[in-house]
């Protein structure tokens, strides 16, 4: 099993290290081979995506992938940030589908700032679109016009982008709780009018799963009223953006939560749902089990090895069962501990 590891920036290399150390405890036949992206790669290679990265990744059966960005790079060029390396392996790929899960750990339920009873069980799957929509459209720019600068981006979907998406949707509602919540803004915008139509007609392919809509004010708002309404919810990129970082702070806190990001082969880049963290970077404080699950999910969907996804998750629960927590989790009567004790601990739970 090759795997491209991509630390990236910030506390990239502090929580990969972590993950790197629980996947080689497997004992599994994994081939992992380090490259650059983000800033990293800028300032060694002038490219946030290097053709030797992009060689390695197109090689490999998975990506692992830290964070990258950080305010050192804020004033560089557009295509020299550290995110547009992010948005190209996403297209280079062909990963179209990116599912984050946000669920509580009843170990966790202090740490939400929503009442426990509210988030209590929370178990929410969301699938949001990755290669289309107003990141990718064209035309798009900043330009003069009539003596005063003028910004624009294209919002745009084809059919297919659509029925594609969903589609990933009701099959993972499948194995869930079979209720997907299709997010639109169809009351003005005519782009997603044809995302509900699409979904409305691929609903037909799948008569045990429930499909419903809202419009995406409404869904952010429900998030935060009453998220355990939902099961599965699909949106397209910007939409899906917003909310999976909404949803994931109903956890308590973001640094628990993974995410994949899919190709038609379940070929797939995993990666933590948080960022860079530049101002702990280096201090040894991060959290670094959200890789750890992004190294189970890649696992599960890619290896299809669901013994040892779970392993590793059954790991990350014992852990927190025992009351250890890094900073961005910990209360009054837990354990602080830091990065590489939090990778000691699950390696001794594993």
């Not at 062909?94 to 899960?101: D, I, T, Y």
Request: charged letters at 25%; one cysteine or more; hydrophobic letters at 40%.
């Amino acid at each position: 099993m090759k795997i491209c590891v991509l630390p990236g920036d910030g506390i990239g290399p502090e929580i990969m290290a972590e993950a790197v150390r629980v996947l080689k405890a497997l004992d599994l036949k994994l081939e992992m081979e380090e490259a650059l992206l983000g800033g990293c790669a800028v300032d060694a290679a002038k490219d946030p995506f290097p053709e030797a990265t992009q060689a390695l990744a197109k090689a490999a059966d998975a990506v692992l992938l830290g964070a990258v960005g950080g305010p050192q790079w804020d004033n560089n060029p557009r295509e020299l940030r550290p995110e547009r390396g992010l948005l190209r392996i996403r297209k280079d790929l062909g990963l179209f589908a990116n599912l984050r899960p946000a669920i509580l750990y009843p170990e966790l339920a202090n740490a939400s700032t929503l009442k426990p009873e509210v988030v209590a069980g929370l178990d929410i799957l969301i699938v949001r679109e990755l290669t289309g929509d107003i990141y990718f459209g064209q035309p798009r720019g900043i330009e003069l016009r009539d003596g005063e600068r003028y910004g624009y981006n294209t919002m745009h979907y084809t059919e297919s982008e659509i029925r594609r998406i969903l589609r990933v949707a009701f099959d993972a509602a499948r194995k869930r709780n079979r209720k997907v919540c299709s997010v639109d803004k169809m009351n003005v915008l005519e782009c997603t009018q044809l995302w509900r139509d699409v979904a409305t007609e691929t609903a037909k392919e799948y008569p045990d799963v429930e499909l419903s809509h809202m419009l995406v004010d409404n869904a952010a708002m429900q998030l935060v009223k009453n998220p355990k309404q939902f099961d599965v919810m699909v949106t397209g990129n910007m939409f899906g953006d917003i909310l999976s970082d909404e949803a994931s702070m109903l956890t308590g806190s973001i640094g628990m939560l993974p995410s994949a990001s899919l190709d038609a082969d379940n070929k797939g880049l995993y990666e933590p749902s948080h960022g860079s963290a530049p101002d702990i970077a280096g201090k040894g404080v991060a959290n670094p089990l959200a890789t750890i699950l992004s190294a189970a999910m890649m696992l599960r969907y890619t290896f299809g090895n669901e013994e040892s996804a779970q392993r590793i998750e059954a790991a990350v629960k014992k852990v927190l069962a025992q009351g250890l927590r890094t900073g961005d989790i910990y209360e009054p009567g837990t354990t602080r501990v830091g990065t590489r004790e939090m990778g000691d601990a699950v390696l001794a739970a594993l």
